[in-house]
């Protein structure tokens, strides 16, 4: 089989369909690990396939925790994806990455636990060690980032992805321990993404959209929940034409 997929797309919170896809068709994977988020929706996209995956599910019923990880980017790989975009919803930790902006971060840190992490665990399979110095693939943040020029959108190249249990917001005092270890960022869904692209060599950038600052970071005492929608939304707008860009170079 030919590569028929040109981009996988991964949709956050916030992203539960991908708007202006010609020729749709919903795919339901049957996977070694159980069910993905849902059916993978295939269609074109200025005239390339993409394959598109809500990970919080199409009505968000999957919190971060939750979330069938493996499943999701076998069932990508088992389409014939190459190159998967993670757009995932963050807090921003930085002070220049307050809400809406636009962040395709170049570390990871990871705080989550309790998820399956390997396609590793499995009885019997193969003992996959990845160099993960590097978490995401440089050509396709490269391309994110040329993508983002050329659309005429702000995104900031580079930051530290500091990847948290959830479904809960974090305390300001886990915030400033963060920010200490070097995150630039927070969200709930950037691992074990990740790493799980990396063991099935598939190409692997995440656009993260800021929808807060994360507690204790902006003027506020709390943050609201509300709010974080509406910056969401706004960003979101952003993806399609940062994607398309990226599928016409
Ligand atoms: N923390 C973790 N995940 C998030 C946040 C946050 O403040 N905002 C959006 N996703």
């Known amino acids: 089989m030919s590569h028929p997929i040109d981009l996988a797309v991964i949709g956050g919170s916030g992203l539960y369909q991908f708007p202006g896809l010609e020729n749709a068709t919903r795919q339901s994977i049957d996977t070694p690990y159980g069910p993905a988020s849902g059916d993978v929706v295939v269609g074109d996209f200025v005239s390339r396939r993409i394959a598109f995956l809500a990970r919080h599910g199409e009505s968000h019923t999957l919190p971060p925790h939750r979330v069938n990880y493996r499943a999701n980017m076998w069932a990508l790989h088992h389409l014939g994806a190459r190159r998967v975009v993670g757009v995932n919803a963050v807090g921003g930790i930085r002070h220049d990455m307050g809400p809406r902006a636009i962040v395709v971060p170049d570390q990871i840190i990871d705080y989550t636990h309790g998820r399956y992490t390997s396609f590793c665990d499995v009885e019997g399979a193969e003992v996959k060690h990845i160099d993960f110095s590097e978490p995401y693939t440089a050509s396709l943040r490269a391309a994110l980032v040329e993508a983002s020029k050329r659309a005429g959108i702000a995104v900031i190249d580079g930051g530290c992805y500091g990847a948290t249990q959830g479904p809960r917001l974090e305390t300001?005092?886990?915030?400033?321990?963060?920010k200490r270890d070097g995150c630039d960022l927070v969200g709930m869904t950037g691992m074990p993404?990740?790493?799980?692209?990396?063991?099935?060599e598939l190409d692997y950038a995440c656009l993260a959209l800021v929808a807060n600052f994360a507690a204790g970071c902006g003027d506020e005492a709390e943050i609201s929940i509300e709010e974080i929608f509406a910056h969401l939304a706004a960003a979101t707008a952003a993806v399609p034409p940062i994607l398309a860009e990226v599928l016409k170079s």
């Open 172 to 178: 300001r005092a886990e915030i400033a321990r963060m």
């Open 193 to 200: 993404e990740a790493a799980l692209a990396r063991e099935l």
